[in-house]
């Protein structure tokens, strides 16, 4: 695995950035813009899974940052749910749906191959270094 100096490093904030990205230009055109409840959710459980990223990371501590990356992929499912919704809803086609289904797909998968990697890792945070 490559070096991680920074959040920005860490793939999984990388892809979950371009689909957070990519959800905000769908959410305001056509009838998704006016689906208040929904396209507000959307955009917040999309950001939640970048900035809790993010934000374990800045905790220091392999337990903590993997409680963070958990609370991440539990906000990527929910985007995939509200995909789902916004599908039914007629406000994305079936070809976007797939496109931003599969994004967040991948970004689950990048979150939880990182998760396994930290269980694994010897190293276990600057917080709990005392020398």
Do not use: P
Request: aromatic content about 12%.
């Amino acid at each position: 695995m490559a070096t991680i100096k920074r959040f920005e490093d860490i793939e999984a904030w990388q892809l979950s950035r371009a689909l957070n990205k990519e959800i905000w230009q769908v959410i305001n055109c056509g009838t998704f813009s006016k689906d208040w409840g929904l396209k507000d959710q959307i955009n917040r459980s999309s950001g939640s899974v970048a900035d809790n990223i993010a934000e374990g990371y800045g905790r220091r501590g392999t337990k903590e940052f993997i409680h963070f990356l958990s609370i991440s992929s539990g906000s990527n499912d929910e985007v995939r749910s509200q995909l789902y919704r916004a599908l039914d809803r007629n406000h994305i086609d079936q070809k976007t749906f797939e496109h931003l289904n599969q994004s967040s797909v991948k970004v689950g998968y990048k979150i939880h191959n990182f998760i396994t990697y930290l269980k694994n890792c010897e190293i276990k945070g600057q917080k709990f270094n005392f020398g």
